[in-house]
């Protein structure tokens, strides 16, 4: 059985090279994530300390992607700027799904009251444009790695929980559910065993994309200062020090905005091909 | 037990309420079911026939309480459950299974076929549920083998069979058959019936089958209500109904089963002109006047009463005695 499972995913991987490709990106991202200390050529220069002799150099043999206004190694800050960007992707779709899908679920399933209640206050979470809200959250509890995590967090969760509302509804009304009903199952245990695990699919993939999403939204609140605070390398962070410097010392800006956007790239491709893996109904075409 | 019928409906109503258009505040109803009374004998089978909007389904819904029905009442054996309070319903519920049309949406694609079947018997707190669970997939015909796999790795026929074994692991006494042929291939379609023939041989079960097949119904039936716009129009016995049929939609719906022998399509038939009309507007009177070949001005007026013709041969029309 399980090998199988193995052998179809495989199958899946090898026809969607791309979304290989973004899955290999992801993995050599944790990879450097992990063990930056050892991977980035200037790890003290990552954590912060200047280097003023070796002001905005261009990319060369000693720093691949140049130096910054303060003389610091580019391309281990870029190493070091994959933790933060990770941790707040994860974080950020974590508690997202924590918050979203519970009550996605709740509300798919009860309907009536619990439904309208849910279902207005997503409505006003939803009613800001995204990117304003967590600027609004994030302001409002002050500057800080955490607070943007909370921040985009708050304004994420609603998406999850209309996408699994969704589901839930259409899902209740399927004969399996009503056989599980008519046999004296209780709710919670449709809702986990039958309702859940047909319903969480898109919002997995959903999740997967929305990392990339998160990355982003995350580094344009670096961006504007409200996230992480210098000296910590991040890549939103160094965009913004960096554009100042676009015209003239091009590297200092543009490898930390390569890294977001190929890190992003690499997200969605995985969550497309996450979709395929994911349907039950595709199984047996594989095998 | 007593030797009266183990379901018994007398005058079951189900209306659903619903808005003509979004502003108007007058609520009318869709009257699904109107006025059905039949009763089933332990052990037999009572099929009910009729087109799509007939309200036959509903009917089986309605009598295991799916939907709460509007009016009339349900016994079971002898027991009216029409009214009993959720909580002490669910032990009478559990006596009553559902087979539905599409075997796959009736199974959940997550779970294994052994985790399906043995979710009633986990609810029921059974012991050695690998054992009994692999003795309800024999007696459908399934083996070991089937039992770690998932929904989608088997067959149609078999998911249907996977579907009965989950219904028996509560022991019912009533299974409402919705159409549990009609999404499968015919050589695979015979093999259900015969499925579902013998274990009712065996455990004496009791059925409503639920069907617009009527070669499928003639072979698993006792006894047929034939079903227009919510009403019964003619139940009987299966040689009744299509030996010696009397109401004029009972003779239509059986003379437009094919022929196989092509001299015989050369017969004068019977045809149905036009649609069902629409169960929101019910016609006046008789509900079948509007393509009744034989209506005349008082079918539009006077709802007819049933009428015996023979023993347990009820028929709902005007006519019948005049038809003779």
């Known amino acids: ?287 | 037990m007593t030797d009266g019928p183990l379901i018994r409906v007398e005058n079951l109503k189900k209306y659903f309420p619903f808005k003509e258009s979004l502003f108007s505040r007058k609520v009318k109803y869709l009257k699904a079911v109107d006025g059905v009374s039949f009763s089933i004998k332990k052990g037999e089978t009572l099929a009910l026939v009729g087109e799509t909007g007939s309200g036959k389904t509903t009917t089986g819904r309605t009598i295991m309480r799916l939907y709460e029905p509007t009016g009339g009442k349900i016994y079971f054996e002898g027991k009216k459950i029409t009214k009993l309070p959720k909580k002490k319903f669910q032990k009478i519920r559990m006596q009553m299974q559902m087979i539905y049309q599409d075997p796959y949406s009736s199974l959940n694609p997550r779970m294994s076929i052994l985790n399906i079947i043995a979710e009633p018997l986990r609810q029921l707190k059974v012991e050695n549920i690998e054992d009994r669970v692999l003795e309800l997939l024999e007696s459908v015909g399934l083996s070991k083998e089937h039992m770690y796999k998932y929904p989608d790795e088997i067959s149609g026929g078999q998911q249907q069979r996977v579907a009965i074994a989950r219904a028996l692991a509560v022991n019912p006494k009533f299974l409402v058959l919705d159409e549990p042929t009609s999404a499968l291939d015919v050589s695979v379609q015979a093999q259900i019936l015969n499925l579902l023939e013998n274990l009712q041989k065996d455990k004496n079960f009791t059925y409503l089958f639920i069907s617009h097949d009527l070669s499928v119904v003639r072979y698993i039936s006792h006894r047929v209500a034939i079903m227009y716009l919510g009403k019964v129009m003619e139940i009987g016995t299966v040689e009744q109904i299509f030996e010696n049929p009397q109401h004029p939609y009972t003779r239509i719906l059986l003379e437009s089963v094919p022929i196989p022998d092509p001299k015989d399509r050369r017969r004068k038939k019977l045809v149905l002109p036009g649609e069902i009309p629409s169960p929101l507007n019910p016609p006046s009177g008789c509900p079948f006047h509007t393509r009744c070949p034989f209506a005349k001005d008082i079918c539009s007026e006077k709802e007819p009463d049933y009428v015996e013709v023979e023993n347990g041969h009820l028929v709902k029309c005007h006519f019948v005695e005049v038809m003779k």
């Open chain 1, 1 to 287: 059985m399980k090998k199988d499972e193995i052998i179809r995913v495989l199958k899946i991987l090898i026809r969607n090279k791309l979304s290989l490709l973004g899955i290999i990106i992801i993995l050599a991202l944790i990879i450097t994530a992990l063990f930056a200390p050892f991977i980035a050529p200037y790890p003290n220069q990552a954590k912060g300390e200047p280097n003023p002799e070796e002001k905005l150099q261009p990319p060369s043999s000693k720093h691949w992607f140049g130096t910054d206004y303060m003389g610091r190694d580019v391309l281990s800050r870029v190493i070091y700027g994959a933790r933060i960007s990770l941790l707040v992707a994860v974080a950020v779709v974590s508690l997202g799904l924590l918050i979203g899908v519970p009550l996605g679920l709740l509300a798919g399933f009860k309907g009536g009251v619990v439904d309208a209640v849910v279902m207005r206050v997503t409505d006003i979470f939803l009613s800001f444009p995204p990117l304003l809200l967590a600027l609004l959250i994030s302001v409002t509890l002050g500057r800080g790695l955490e607070n943007v995590i909370i921040a985009l967090a708050v304004s994420w969760w609603p998406w999850y929980t209309r996408l699994i509302r969704g589901m839930a509804i259409s899902i209740k009304e399927k004969p399996y559910v009503e056989v599980a009903k008519s046999m004296g199952i209780s709710s919670w245990k449709i809702i986990g065993r039958h309702i859940l695990p047909n319903a969480i699919s898109p919002v997995i993939v959903q999740g997967t994309m929305d990392m990339g999403s998160a990355i982003l939204e995350a580094s344009a609140l670096s961006f504007l200062g409200l996230g992480v605070q210098p000296p910590t390398a991040d890549w939103g962070l160094m965009v913004s020090q960096g554009k100042d410097y676009l015209l003239n010392y091009w590297w200092y800006p543009t490898f930390p905005g390569l890294a977001i956007f190929i890190t992003v790239l690499a997200f969605n491709l995985v969550g497309d091909v996450l979709r395929e893996i994911l349907d039950p109904r595709l199984r047996r075409r594989f095998l």
